[in-house]
């Protein structure tokens, strides 16, 4: 009894010290992922294509299902010239918001999830001002963390086809 009472105790206490380092890799992954979306924002902002493609992973393990066509994007190379042309399309500053991101993550593998505001003038004078839906998957990639998957989305109204984009929360 004496021996089985010591492996119970000796699995207690590994199980809750893994337990509290997984809690702490939570905090710190979560704490870095924030900051590799601020620094996305900042170069999404700026309209800095080499910025804003920093944050995903290079080569062909990047898949993103855009708002546009086509069905996907995969690569960063395609990516890349996707957002060349999305940024293209606006003139003047171009703003981002993403007020209530949530973040599940462990060590090594992330998703984050929420509501995206943009703002911004075409170049054509269109005022937008819409909220997306984004999913984002991320993995740590030599020990930085880096977006796998993109999912941006609007609701679209099944009756006619067509997103709807004046939808707020």
């Given at each position: 009894?004496?021996?089985?009472?010591?492996?119970?105790?000796?699995?207690?206490?590994?199980?809750?010290?893994?337990?509290?380092?997984?809690?702490?890799?939570?905090?710190?992954?979560?704490?870095?992922?924030?900051?590799?979306?601020?620094?996305?924002?900042?170069?999404?902002?700026?309209?800095?294509?080499?910025?804003?493609?920093?944050?995903?992973a290079p080569g062909t393990t990047l898949?993103?299902?855009?708002?546009?066509?086509?069905?996907?994007?995969?690569?960063?190379?395609?990516?890349?010239?996707?957002?060349?042309?999305?940024?293209?399309?606006?003139?003047?500053?171009?703003?981002?918001?993403?007020?209530?991101?949530?973040?599940?993550?462990?060590?090594?593998?992330?998703?984050?999830?929420?509501?995206?505001?943009?703002?911004?003038?075409?170049?054509?004078?269109?005022?937008?001002?819409?909220?997306?839906?984004?999913?984002?998957?991320?993995?740590?990639?030599?020990?930085?963390?880096?977006?796998?998957?993109?999912?941006?989305?609007?609701?679209?109204?099944?009756?006619?086809?067509?997103?709807?984009?004046?939808?707020?929360?």
């Open positions: 009894m004496g021996g089985r009472l010591f492996i119970i105790c000796a699995v207690s206490l590994l199980a809750s010290g893994c337990i509290k380092e997984r809690a702490q890799g939570n905090g710190q992954s979560e704490s870095d992922i924030k900051a590799l979306f601020a620094t996305w924002q900042k170069a999404f902002e700026a309209k800095d294509v080499n910025g804003v493609m920093a944050v995903y898949t993103s299902f855009d708002i546009v066509g086509p069905l996907q994007f995969k690569g960063a190379e395609a990516y890349r010239k996707d957002y060349a042309d999305f940024f293209a399309q606006f003139s003047g500053p171009i703003h981002v918001d993403y007020p209530d991101m949530q973040i599940v993550a462990d060590n090594n593998v992330a998703i984050a999830y929420g509501l995206e505001r943009l703002t911004g003038t075409m170049t054509n004078g269109t005022r937008v001002d819409m909220w997306l839906r984004y999913t984002e998957g991320l993995k740590r990639i030599n020990g930085q963390w880096r977006i796998i998957h993109e999912h941006i989305s609007v609701p679209v109204d099944l009756d006619t086809g067509k997103a709807k984009l004046d939808l707020k929360p």
